[in-house]
């Protein structure tokens, strides 16, 4: 039974590209949440989708980022036009329903730009 | 806004010995995560925290959860080496519409020395 599958694991890219990172959640799962993690510090919320929905972007910057989660296929996050500053690691999670259900984290992705 | 505290943020602890990691939370909640993460790894959950009074164990790890005093501990009986890694502890809102969105707090690195 796979977990949470991210990809790539690292991406590098130069300022001005952009970044597609993708997500396919576990088996059973329909929500889909990315986070990200700067250096040393806490994973920050950034957006949360169901099948075609995006529930809650509040987390997301407002320019350049965006997340979608097809009918088919696995959860998106891209980021245009890259800056030094989006250089951190992120990380899709997915989850079941119902209280008390877990969270079940991806291997992250970790973006360096250059 | 809610705001999640963990301390120590930096623990070096010896071999054999206790110690207790503390996380503060700012607005109610009922339910609290505890993850481990190794370098350039994803996050392991440890344990959930559904009520108050909560007590789960693991091996030489116990995580409590006392909600009218917003505190979580994390409790480390006789350290190894294996248990050096990040420990975060995250907290769902359980209001307003957001009882999906994990808030972390910034991590406690823990290493453990023989």
């Known amino acids: 039974n796979a977990g949470v599958m991210q990809n790539p694991r690292h991406l590098v890219r130069r300022r001005g590209q952009e970044a597609r990172l993708r997500c396919s959640p576990m088996k059973g799962h329909s929500h889909v949440y990315w986070y990200r993690q700067l250096p040393e510090e806490g994973l920050k919320f950034m957006v949360y989708l169901q099948k075609e929905n995006i529930i809650d972007e509040s987390g997301m910057p407002k320019e350049r980022f965006s997340a979608e989660f097809p009918k088919e296929g696995p959860s998106i996050l891209r980021i245009q036009q890259v800056v030094r500053g989006d250089s951190a690691a992120y990380f899709c999670a997915s989850s079941g329903t119902g209280i008390g259900y877990g969270y079940t984290f991806g291997s992250g992705t970790r973006l360096t730009v250059v | 806004e809610l705001k999640v505290e963990q301390n120590p943020l930096f623990l070096s602890m010896q071999e054999g010995k206790n110690y207790t990691i503390y996380c503060n939370y700012s607005?109610?909640?009922?339910?609290l995560y505890w993850y481990r993460q190794d370098p350039g790894k994803s996050l392991e959950s440890l344990f959930v925290l559904l009520s108050n009074g909560a007590v789960k164990q693991e091996g030489r790890l116990m995580a409590s959860l006392d909600t009218k005093a917003r505190l979580s501990t994390l409790h480390i009986t006789a350290a190894v080496h294996d248990l050096s890694a990040t420990y975060f502890c995250?907290?769902?809102?359980?209001?307003?519409?957001?009882?999906?969105?994990?808030?972390f707090g910034k991590g406690t690195l823990l290493t453990v020395n023989p």
């Open positions: 995250a907290v769902v809102l359980n209001s307003g519409g957001s009882n999906y969105k994990l808030t």
């Open positions: 607005t109610t909640s009922d339910r």
